[in-house]
C-alpha cells in the first residue's frame, strides 16, 4: 500500500527505540534491521496496493506506456489476421469465404493435470481485489477468501487505510463489487482479517502446509498488481526462513519469517495468494525488493517474499477469535542492528522463560535449534514461526564467541 509503506532512499527497515526490539519480549517491535544476507536493507518495499502513489502524480506513466504497448501490439496482430484470410470458392455459387466470417470455436477444452492453467482456474475464483478510498486518493491490494460468508485473509498495510475511516470495497472474480469491513488487523506480522457484507456461497481458498514447502518447488501467485485484477505469474520458491523488516508510517513495523519466490510480485500483490501447483495457499505476498530510486514506482525484480500461510493461519485465528494476534516471545530485549554473529541479549525480564533458561544480557544466541541466527532480526523471525508452548533450544555464547552452551527455552505469550 503505497500510502501506508512509502518508500525513502534508505528503503525499509524496523524504526525501534534505540535500535532494539521491544523491551523484554524479543522485539515484538525490532529497530534498524537489515535482512539476512546476501540480501541488504538497501530497496526494501513492502508489495503495496497499487494505486495511492501514483494517484498523487501525474497519471500512472508504468501503466499508460503498458499500455501503448498493447495497443501497439493489437494493431499488429489484426494486420496479421487481415493478410492470412482463407480463400475457398464454392462451385455452386462462387460465394468467397473466409476466416473472419466463420463461426468461433466455444469448445471448453480441460486444462492439463498440474498446469498453471490448472492451477488458474481453481484459485482465481478464490482471490479478491481490495480496493479503499480515502481523502489522499485510491489504492488497492488483494485478498483470498477464507469463507463462504465473506471472511478474507490479507495484509494489514492493504487495509490499514480502511482503518482510519476509509470506505473499502472488494472485486469478486464474476465482476461483482461489495463493501467491506476490518475484523481485525496486526501491524507487527501485517495480518489483517476483512469481511465483505452482504455476500455468500464464496469458494474459500484451499489452505496447504508452508512447512513443507521446498526450496525450488513450482508456485504461482495470484493478485492484483497495479490494479490489474485478477493476473497469474509463475515462478519457484527461491528460499525459506528469509528473516525480513518493513517498516511503515506512523511507527508501525513488521517482522516475517518469509518464503522468497521469483514469481512476479508488485505494488497490488499485496495479500493475495502464493500457491503450490496443487492450488493451495502456502504464502501470502507482503514485501518486495526493488532497484527504485526515490519516488519512482517499485517492481519485480524477482525477489518476492510472502508470509507463511502456518504463520499467517495462526494469526488469522487469532484475529478472529480474540481481536488481536498473540505473539510467542522468550523474554529478552534483544539488539536487532545488524551483526553477522548472532543475536545480541540486552536485558531478561524477570520471571521470563529466558530467565528461567539461564539467559543473561551480554549472551549472544546463535542458534534457534537447527536454525542459525545472523542476527536478532533473525532471532525474531523464528521465533515467530513457532507457536507459545513450544520448546525450541538455544545454541549461546559470551560476546567473544567463546563459552558456547545451549538451553531449552519454553515460548510464553508476549504482552500486548
Known sequence: MTNSFDTNSQGYGHDGP??????????????NATPEQPVT?????TAPPSGAEQSRQSGPKGLGALAIAALMLGSAAVGGGAAALVMSTNSSDSVTQNALNQPAETRQVAAPAGSVEEVAQKVLPSVVSI????????????GSILSADGLVLTNHHVVAGAEEGGRMQVLLSDGSTHPA???????????????????NGLRPISLGNSSQV???????????????????????????????????????????DAIQTDAAINPGNSGGALVDMEGNLIG??????????????????GLGF???????????????????????????????????NGALVREVTPGSPAEKAGLKPGDVIT???????????????????????????????????????TVDVTLAEAPN
Do not use: F, Y
Open 181 to 199: 469491513k476490518v475484523v481485525a488487523s496486526d501491524s507487527a506480522t501485517d495480518i489483517a482479517v476483512i469481511r465483505i457484507e452482504g455476500v
Open 284 to 301: 501470502v505476498p507482503s514485501v518486495i525488493a526493488s532497484m527504485k530510486q526515490g519516488s519512482e514506482q517499485a517492481g519485480s525484480i
Open 131 to 142: 480496493t479503499t478510498e480515502m481523502p489522499g486518493g485510491v489504492a488497492s491490494g488483494s
Open 367 to 405: 542458534k534457534l535449534d537447527d536454525r542459525s541466527l545472523d542476527n536478532g532480526v533473525a532471532l525474531i523471525a523464528a521465533i515467530r514461526s513457532h507457536r507459545i508452548g513450544d520448546s525450541v533450544t538455544l545454541t549461546v555464547t559470551d560476546d567473544k564467541g567463546g563459552n558456547e552452551r
Open 18 to 31: 534505540h535500535g532494539s526490539g521491544s523491551a523484554g519480549w524479543g522485539g515484538a517491535n525490532a529497530g
Open 306 to 340: 510472502a508470509i507463511p500461510i502456518d504463520q499467517a493461519r495462526r494469526i488469522a485465528e487469532d484475529l478472529i477469535e480474540t481481536g488481536h494476534a498473540r505473539m510467542p516471545a522468550i523474554g529478552a530485549h534483544i539488539d536487532t542492528r545488524p551483526v553477522t
Open 214 to 256: 521446498q526450496v525450488g518447488q513450482e508456485v504461482v501467485a495470484v493478485g492484483s498488481p497495479l490494479g490489474l485484477t485478477s493476473t497469474v505469474t509463475q515462478g519457484i520458491v527461491s528460499a525459506k526462513n528469509r528473516p525480513v523488516t518493513a517498516a511503515g508510517e506512523n511507527g508501525e513495523s513488521s517482522v516475517i
Open 41 to 45: 536493507a538497501q530497496g526494501w518495499q
